[in-house]
């Protein structure tokens, strides 16, 4: 058989597969937050950071999976990115939540709009007994 007929044949089978697998799933590989304006991802990103500020209700979700969630939402929109991106990355590197209590209160003081960080830090300072907000609850209470 002629090598351009193999690479040609071949190309078709792995084109049909990945359309195969796009009927069966169309979102995957896409964003799954890519279809909500700015307003509501940042409605989004108070959601999950309220969930993460709960955590305690669901013990199998810790750090990472909530920064992968806040990564999402904010990845393909430039000015979430800009606004949060430093946020995200920073609850994407903590290890424990000693860490945390140090590394939370000094991204939340990167956020660049204003309405979220007062959102996520109304949210803090409810959650604050866990002990995991402490530092950004006192911060916050300082600065008011």
Request: proline share 1%.
């Amino acid at each position: 058989m002629n090598m351009k007929f193999l690479v040609t044949r071949l190309s078709i089978l792995l084109l049909a597969q990945q359309i195969t697998a796009n009927e069966a799933n169309p979102n995957l590989g896409q964003n799954k937050y890519a279809h909500l304006t700015t307003e509501q991802r940042q409605e989004q990103m108070v959601k999950l950071f309220e969930e993460f500020a709960d955590r305690s209700k669901e013990k199998n979700k810790g750090f990472k999976h909530y920064a992968n969630e806040f990564e999402e939402v904010c990845n393909d929109n430039d000015k979430l990115w800009k606004d949060l991106g430093s946020f995200c990355k920073t609850i994407k590197s903590i290890k424990s939540t000693t860490e945390a209590t140090i590394k939370i209160p000094q991204a939340f003081t990167k956020i660049g709009d204003n309405k979220i960080k007062e959102q996520i830090g109304d949210i803090a300072k409810k959650r604050g007994r866990a002990g995991l907000f402490l530092a950004l609850r006192q911060r916050l209470n300082t600065k008011n």
